[in-house]
């Protein structure tokens, strides 16, 4: 596999200006009701309800809505309800709430969502198919959960458009990469400041990082953190030496185990044979 380019600064605004274009075009103008403690923006289709205390997700929310940030908060729940009624939805920024989870059915009508932003949050685990309705979905940060320790091999194995993904900073020890290795579009992988476990189960991963080198910016930050003796090496050095140590010949004790399944066997055919009367097939 290629390298994947770290996406420039203009790639970054292109995607942006995607998103900015998709929240301006000709849509009907959100309704006169605006959600208490929120500012709408009929024009650019925007609901702003960031810093204001929030401990639920707002109420009567514009069905136009293109745009919505609900960032610094204290969101605890999106109700898929509600969320799922915004199915112009483009943009949706919860970062810095306190979420605990999120499933399938959380996003299951946004199909247009290109950037979400799921940052400084609490997120315990990332199941299969969380993402999977999100066909159009282009950046997602899940950075900053400190007890977001397992993401499923499958949550974003459909995201094909997905360019930007940055894990960042949670509480990852292994991971995955059978989903991410097909995703066609995408540039950008973050990683740093998690405790890898650099073993058997992350072969794979440091591998992969190997032929990756380049990107993303902070590469000195991608290390392991487990065990001892790999402790503060790039994951991108490591690979070639777990290769060597994950795939070595029979031990011991895997040979004792082939002899008793041998003779477990054995045995077992013997008593057959002994039971069944002469002459009576087999």
């Known amino acids: 596999m290629r390298p994947l380019p770290e996406p420039s600064a203009q790639s970054l605004r292109l995607l942006f200006l995607f998103i900015f274009v998709m929240g301006v075009a000709p849509s009907p103008a959100l309704t006169a009701g605006c959600p208490h403690g929120c500012v709408c923006d009929d024009q650019l289709l925007v609901v702003q309800c960031a810093g204001q205390e929030l401990t639920r997700f707002p109420n009567d929310l514009p069905l136009a809505t293109r745009q919505l940030i609900i960032s610094n908060n204290r969101i605890g729940d999106l109700p898929p309800l509600q969320l799922n009624y915004l199915s112009d939805l483009v943009y949706l920024d919860c970062s810095n709430n306190s979420l605990t989870e999120i499933s399938e059915s959380t996003f299951g009508n946004l199909r247009k969502l ?3 932003d799921l940052s400084f949050n609490t997120l315990l685990q990332i199941e299969d198919r969380t ?6 979905l282009v950046m997602l940060r899940l950075t900053d959960n ?3 320790g397992e993401i499923h091999s499958d949550a974003f194995s459909e995201n094909v458009a997905l360019q930007v993904l940055d894990v960042s900073r949670n509480n ?14 995408l ?3 973050g990683l740093s400041g998690n405790p890898w476990k650099c073993d058997c189960d992350t072969e794979d991963l440091c591998l ?14 991608k290390i392991c953190y487990s065990p ?3 402790a503060g090496q790039r994951l991108s050095e490591v690979g070639m030496q777990l290769r060597a140590d994950c795939h070595h010949g029979l031990g011991y004790w895997d040979y004792l185990f082939f002899i008793a399944i041998g003779f477990v066997i054995f045995s077992a055919g013997t008593v057959l044979r002994l039971t069944v009367a ?5």
Do not use: C, H, V
Request: aromatic fraction near 6%.
């Open 208 to 221: 992969w990082m190997n032929k990756l080198e380049g990107i993303t910016a902070d590469q000195s930050q």
């Open 146 to 148: 400190p007890g977001l």
């Open 187 to 189: 540039r950008s992988l």
């Open 131 to 136: 993402f999977g309705p999100l066909a159009s």
């Open 172 to 185: 990852l020890t292994t991971l995955n990469i059978s989903g991410l290795i097909a995703l066609p579009a």
């Open 278 to 282: 002469p002459g009576a097939e087999i």
């Open 114 to 116: 290109a950037y979400l």
């Open 228 to 230: 001892p003796e790999l």
